[in-house]
């Protein structure tokens, strides 16, 4: 079905960034997910060619453009390319760490990271998840204690996406009985990465353990208000959320073309695998399921470009399509035969790589509770 999402300046833009992918990540993509590290630098290409960090107003060094297309376009050619890792990273930077950075900081704590963030220097980490507290944030049990002039922080994160690569991390911690938000710099003291996690998945993207041992972080650090934290993290989510569904929709449409051209090819029986009544509607089926959740995603965008996403929509998408895209590579692996299993096939490496999209940034269960609550409130 044709799209009316785009205009000619966002073409214009996915030429820069197919251009990008091609030259920077494409011919590396594959090493660091064998050595389970991005090199760094490759960030600071990224943000200077414009890839990530569009939104950073302009007298912090960014372009000042908020209009979330960019971001849908460098998902649909990050997908296209099959480079998840990297363009994980990417989304943890734009659609995660950023908006609290420009949200809910001050002038003096916006010169101090806007800059870096825009020049790609600085990697950001978002630190909600505990051993006792995912699903759940009220469980969180990690302190923050007012010490004159700092905070001290005593506690354990897990499951932090770029832990290990980060310089700053947007720390949840408990002050008293409320949550509040705190940015912990690499070199504070009291501040240690733990192990970093051997997953199924995503392998050049780090995923870690942190610990706050009378971590000292200067007052100047605390993010908005004392006491704010979880109803930050709140109004936060849809927009993470949307970048969870706008990478899955992505990636879900990329492996269904590429699934529909393997199945055009390949021989079977004396024919191509498409002469088969049954392939052919495997493949229409999905095409009708990805058009259709294509149209919710694009109309998620124009509404979040208004500022009139609600949490209940972003929570919508994001269910609905992360439970898509497992259903539908699942089918495309399979039209894959044997080939499919093999991690040189795209198909298999999102397989793998986007199987936490249904857990991370809400999992499908509490996506479905945000909308039956709101259902049952009438
Ligand atoms: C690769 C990866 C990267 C991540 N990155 C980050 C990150 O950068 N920062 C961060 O803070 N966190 C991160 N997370 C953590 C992620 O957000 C949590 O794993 C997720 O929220 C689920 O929490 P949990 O793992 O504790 O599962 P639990 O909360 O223990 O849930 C276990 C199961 O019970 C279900 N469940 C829980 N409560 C209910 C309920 N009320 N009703 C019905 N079912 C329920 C869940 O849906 C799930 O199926 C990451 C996780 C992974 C795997």
Redesign the pocket.
Known sequence: MRRSLYEPDHEAYRDTVREFLAREVVPHHEDWDRDRWIDRAVFARAAKAGIYALQIPEEYGGAGEPDYRYRMVVCEEVARVNALSFGVTISLQDDLVLHYLLDLTNDEQKRRWLPGFTAGELIG?????EPGA???LRGIRTTAVRDSDRWILNGQKT???SGIMADLVVVAARTGEKLSLFVVERDAPGFERGRKLD?IGLPGQD?AELYFRDAEVPAAHLLGEEGHGLRYLMSHLPRERLGVTAEAMATTRAIFEQTAEYCRQRQAFGAPLTDKQHIRFELAEMATEIDVAQSFVDQSVIAYNAGELTPIDAAKGKWFVSELQKRVLDRCLQLHGGYGYMLEYPVARAYVDTR?KT?????T??MK?IIGRDIAAG
């Open positions: 980490a978002l630190a909600m998840t995912g699903s759940d499951f932090i996406s997953k995923t936490v857990i991370y940034g809400g999992t269960e509490i509770e």
